[in-house]
């Protein structure tokens, strides 16, 4: 843990972050604020969590849940597939060795940049694209599969344009599967040990969390839902949602990342893995 806060402190370092400031955060704001947090993060972040990632291997949380397991997308081989938020791309990788033609993008030229990198260490080489989720670049009903593992979604203001989007580059009866923070971790401190187990503030507040420089520009920007608020988004966006799944901690595994703990993870979950599909 040590080696990740160490991680964390060098990137605020490199933005200038003063602190966190409680505030709202608009959408021309979160892009420029994640367009530099991961920009600048992105070589150390993979420096910290690249192994436990891979490089081509779909893991959807920190409690260690892999598709190859769990089949959320189903199969995949000879689906079109664009993946959301992919950061340097291990589950895009991972999903063309299993037959898929994909598309992967992100907001950070920097992930980009480690993106390709692997692509041409691995030979493995989905679609490399940098695009706003909220913008996308690509055809109407051009894909069978969206899917993202804590890419985008809780980084934008408003959802509702990034499951727009997804839905329209989605064919009817399309699979839109994607992880996020559970909720209910935005009530409790981002501590992965016993002061983490306090409730600090409402689940209802709305506020992002948000880190600025000393003009008080926003370094760090990321947004909390309810689980209300995330099936609002979907259902009023075109998709039915199927299912919901929230991880329980598996017994023999004792990896700690950032607030994901076993001390955490036996007691409330950290992830919501929200299973959706495209109305016919």
């Known amino acids: 843990m040590d080696s990740e806060n160490d991680r964390y402190a060098g990137t605020q370092a490199t933005l200038g972050t003063v602190g966190p400031a409680r505030r709202s955060v608009d959408a021309r704001e979160s892009v420029a604020a994640n367009i530099a947090w991961w920009d600048a993060d992105a070589g150390d972040y993979l420096a910290e969590h690249g192994a436990f990632l891979g490089d081509a291997d779909f893991l959807w949380c920190p409690e260690g849940l892999r598709e190859r397991d769990l089949g959320l997308l189903g199969d995949v081989a000879g689906k079109d597939i664009v993946e959301v938020g992919c950061g340097s791309a291990p589950c895009a990788r991972w999903l063309v060795t299993q037959g898929a033609r994909v598309a992967a993008f992100d907001l950070s030229g920097g992930m980009l940049k480690h993106a390709a990198h692997a692509n041409d260490v691995t030979g493995i080489t989905p679609l490399l694209v940098r695009a706003n989720a909220e913008r996308l670049p690509f055809g109407t009903e051009r894909f069978d599969i969206a899917c993202s593992a804590f890419g985008a979604v809780?980084?934008?203001?408003?959802?509702r344009p990034v499951f727009r989007e997804v839905a329209r580059v989605l064919r009817p009866g399309g699979r839109w599967v994607f992880a996020v923070t559970h909720p209910i971790r935005w009530i409790f401190p981002d501590d992965p040990g016993p002061d983490g187990l306090r409730v600090i503030t409402s689940y209802f507040d709305r506020t992002p969390?948000?880190?600025?420089?000393a003009e008080g520009r926003p370094t760090y920007v990321e947004h909390h839902r309810t689980l209300g608020d995330y099936v609002r988004a979907l259902t009023?966006?075109?998709?039915?949602?199927?299912?919901?799944?929230?991880?329980?901690w598996p017994?023999?595994?004792?990896?700690?990342?950032?607030?994901?703990?076993?001390?955490?993870?036996e007691l409330f979950p950290g992830t919501a893995i929200f299973c959706c599909r495209k109305k016919a």
């Open 154 to 159: 809780p980084f934008v203001a408003d959802v």
């Open 251 to 265: 017994e023999e595994h004792t990896r700690e990342w950032g607030q994901w703990s076993p001390l955490r993870g």
């Open 209 to 213: 969390y948000v880190e600025v420089d």
């Open 236 to 248: 009023g966006s075109g998709f039915v949602l199927e299912d919901m799944i929230e991880p329980e």
